[in-house]
């Protein structure tokens, strides 16, 4: 039996049994040789023992008490609702609400002997969160939407029927109350117009129906528009959220509700890290509304706007993109009545600079319905003061377009890439340049040709006289406004030189 030289000897030697007895810290190299006494490992200590080593984790900082204390006041919710019965072996449709498609999947549903399609009963799953003692909740609007029974849920197991108090589906926030005959734990709204993109947040709610459950993250983005709605201002978090969050609260680390979970995006339908949460700035004032008045009312101008684009700045004198471009005056309403014209860009409200579309939906909406404001629009080179009547958003609004008959008339206009001819709808795109700018923009036939640098168009030669026009006056760039499918928007397109 041989050492190699890791103990020091410069040449091999043979080991005495003497030599083995006097070093039992060579012991370990013996293969089936054991000198050690009975309770030879009896002294050594655990890994994780307090004297063992002291870590470096301990000094981070824990959710834990924060989550104590504040989990008792967030619920599970339980919707019972009517869902249409699917046709055997009808798959999920991925088709967005609306499409043909789904139109023609919808034919295929069963029906009943009177034609009306058929019904079962399906559970919805959401969270919510207690806000006052008295035993309000809050959740999202398409958690309890169409439910037939509402259930809440408390941490503890105990089911509480609950009631339908209000619901605002343009920001997907509702209320709901449940009678108790004892003060509930509830939580309140803070301030997210402190939060920084980075603080931390906590996530609170029931995922997948599986009861109380924290995730954690940070702030990722303030602002966010997700196509949801006019009033688009998510935050943005990175906490995990699931299906089954919605209308759960976001907490920051002081325990404030400053969002309330509503969407993910995802391409697979679970968390990737990319979750959405209503501000409490905005969510606040909804609930209070819903909760005194069971519904919520907004300010309303009756305009129909878009941004102002980069092309669009020099056709309208302005120094850069800002505001919002009217591109339709609904009739009888505020705006048209105090003078708000199509082609305006919304610049200020109220001596507020406007910066972009979402900022004017934003204000008007928060607008007391009777008020009177001051609005600077942008009109023909200048801004113009105009005061303004405010009224309540119309439950139900009904759109009038007045069109006037178009004289007979034929045109192509090159410098656009537009063939126009005048048909019963007005002046119509027949044709569009694959190579122009304006297929870029998405014009297509049928589209009509409403107006042309503010003058309206009755004929196709009056949009050939404002491009000569603009030519004349130095302008590389025009403006028109085109009604597509009932909706108006102004475009701003390029002047070939021919």
Do not use: C
């Given at each position: 039996?041989?050492f190699?030289?890791?103990?020091?000897?410069?040449?091999?030697?043979?080991?005495?049994?003497?030599?083995?007895?006097?070093?039992p810290?060579?012991?370990?190299?013996i293969?089936?040789?054991?000198?050690?006494?009975?309770?030879?490992?009896?002294?050594?200590?655990?890994?994780?023992?307090?004297?063992?080593?002291k870590?470096?984790?301990?000094?981070?900082?824990?959710?834990?008490?924060?989550?104590?204390?504040?989990?008792?006041?967030?619920?599970?919710?339980?919707?019972?609702?009517?869902?249409?019965?699917e046709?055997?072996?009808?798959?999920?449709?991925?088709f967005?609400?609306?499409?043909?498609?789904?139109?023609?999947?919808?034919?295929?549903?069963?029906?009943?002997?009177?034609?009306?399609?058929?019904?079962?009963?399906?559970m919805?799953?959401?969270?919510g969160?207690?806000?006052?003692?008295?035993?309000?909740v809050?959740t999202?609007?398409?958690v309890?939407?169409?439910?037939?029974?509402?259930?809440v849920?408390?941490?503890?197991?105990?089911?509480?029927?609950?009631?339908?108090?209000?619901?605002?589906p343009?920001t997907?926030?509702?209320?709901?109350?449940?009678?108790?005959?004892?003060?509930?734990?509830?939580v309140?709204?803070?301030?997210?117009?402190?939060?920084?993109?980075?603080?931390?947040v906590?996530?609170?709610?029931?995922p997948?129906g599986?009861?109380?459950?924290v995730t954690?993250g940070?702030?990722?983005?303030?602002?966010?528009?997700?196509?949801?709605?006019?009033?688009d201002?998510?935050?943005?978090i990175?906490?995990?959220?699931?299906?089954?969050?919605?209308?759960?609260?976001?907490?920051?680390?002081?325990g404030?509700?400053?969002?309330?979970?509503?969407a993910?995006?995802?391409?697979?339908?679970?968390?990737?890290?990319?979750?959405f949460?209503?501000?409490?700035?905005?969510?606040?004032?909804?609930?209070?509304?819903l909760?005194?008045?069971?519904?919520?009312?907004?300010?309303?101008?009756?305009?129909?706007?878009?941004?102002?684009?980069?092309?669009?700045?020099?056709?309208?004198g302005l120094?850069?993109?800002?505001?919002?471009?009217?591109a339709?005056?609904?009739?009888?309403?505020p705006?048209?009545?105090?003078?708000?014209?199509?082609?305006?860009?919304?610049?200020?409200?109220?001596?507020?600079?406007?910066?972009?579309?979402r900022?004017?939906?934003?204000?008007?909406?928060?607008?007391k319905?009777?008020?009177?404001i001051?609005?600077a629009?942008?009109?023909?080179?200048?801004e113009?003061?105009l005061?303004?009547?405010?009224?309540?958003?119309?439950?139900?609004?009904?759109?009038?377009?007045?069109?006037?008959?178009a004289?007979?008339?034929?045109?192509t206009?090159?410098?656009?890439?537009?063939?126009?001819?005048t048909?019963?709808?007005g002046?119509?795109?027949q044709?569009?340049?694959?190579?122009?700018?304006?297929?870029?923009?998405?014009?297509?036939?049928?589209?009509?040709?409403?107006?042309?640098?503010?003058?309206?168009?009755?004929?196709?030669?009056?949009?050939?006289d404002?491009?000569?026009?603009?030519?004349?006056?130095?302008?590389?760039?025009?403006?028109?406004?085109?009604?597509?499918?009932?909706q108006?928007?102004?475009v701003?397109?390029?002047?070939?030189?021919?």
């Open positions: 039996m041989t190699s030289a890791r103990f020091g000897s410069a040449k091999p030697r043979r080991a005495s049994p003497r030599s083995l007895l006097l070093k810290a060579a012991l370990a190299l293969g089936s040789m054991s000198f050690a006494a009975p309770n030879a490992f009896a002294e050594t200590a655990p890994l994780n023992a307090p004297t063992a080593f870590s470096e984790l301990s000094n981070l900082p824990s959710f834990a008490d924060l989550v104590e204390r504040v989990s008792p006041a967030v619920v599970s919710i339980r919707v019972v609702e009517e869902a249409p019965v046709a055997e072996g009808q798959p999920d449709l991925p967005p609400p609306g499409s043909p498609f789904e139109k023609f999947f919808k034919q295929l549903q069963p029906k009943d002997k009177d034609g009306k399609p058929l019904t079962r009963k399906a919805a799953q959401g969270s969160f207690f806000i006052s003692a008295d035993g309000y809050v999202n609007n398409h309890v939407q169409g439910g037939k029974e509402i259930t849920v408390e941490t503890d197991g105990t089911e509480l029927k609950a009631t339908l108090v209000g619901r605002d343009k997907d926030l509702a209320l709901v109350k449940v009678k108790v005959d004892k003060p509930m734990p509830y309140t709204f803070g301030d997210s117009d402190k939060l920084r993109v980075g603080d931390w906590l996530a609170v709610g029931n997948f599986l009861g109380g459950t954690s940070i702030v990722s983005a303030r602002g966010r528009e997700i196509g949801a709605g006019p009033y201002d998510f935050l943005q990175d906490a995990s959220i699931n299906r089954g969050n919605s209308g759960g609260p976001t907490f920051d680390i002081h404030n509700v400053i969002g309330v979970n509503t993910i995006y995802s391409p697979t339908g679970g968390s990737v890290g990319i979750g949460a209503i501000p409490s700035k905005i969510a606040e004032k909804v609930i209070k509304q909760r005194e008045n069971g519904k919520v009312t907004r300010g309303w101008l009756g305009v129909a706007i878009q941004p102002v684009d980069a092309d669009m700045v020099a056709s309208l120094d850069k993109p800002k505001g919002a471009l009217v339709e005056v609904t009739a009888g309403s705006a048209e009545k105090f003078g708000i014209q199509a082609g305006d860009v919304i610049v200020k409200v109220n001596e507020v600079a406007m910066v972009d579309v900022a004017v939906s934003r204000t008007v909406a928060d607008l319905p009777g008020s009177t001051k609005v629009v942008w009109r023909a080179g200048k113009k003061n005061n303004v009547g405010i009224e309540a958003f119309p439950e139900k609004l009904d759109e009038v377009a007045a069109k006037e008959d004289p007979a008339g034929q045109n206009t090159k410098a656009l890439g537009l063939d126009l001819a048909t019963d709808a002046v119509t795109v044709n569009v340049d694959p190579s122009s700018e304006a297929a870029e923009k998405g014009i297509q036939p049928g589209d009509v040709v409403l107006s042309i640098s503010s003058v309206d168009v009755k004929s196709p030669k009056d949009v050939v404002g491009v000569t026009a603009a030519e004349k006056a130095g302008k590389a760039s025009v403006i028109l406004r085109f009604s597509t499918q009932d108006k928007r102004f701003a397109l390029s002047i070939k030189k021919g």
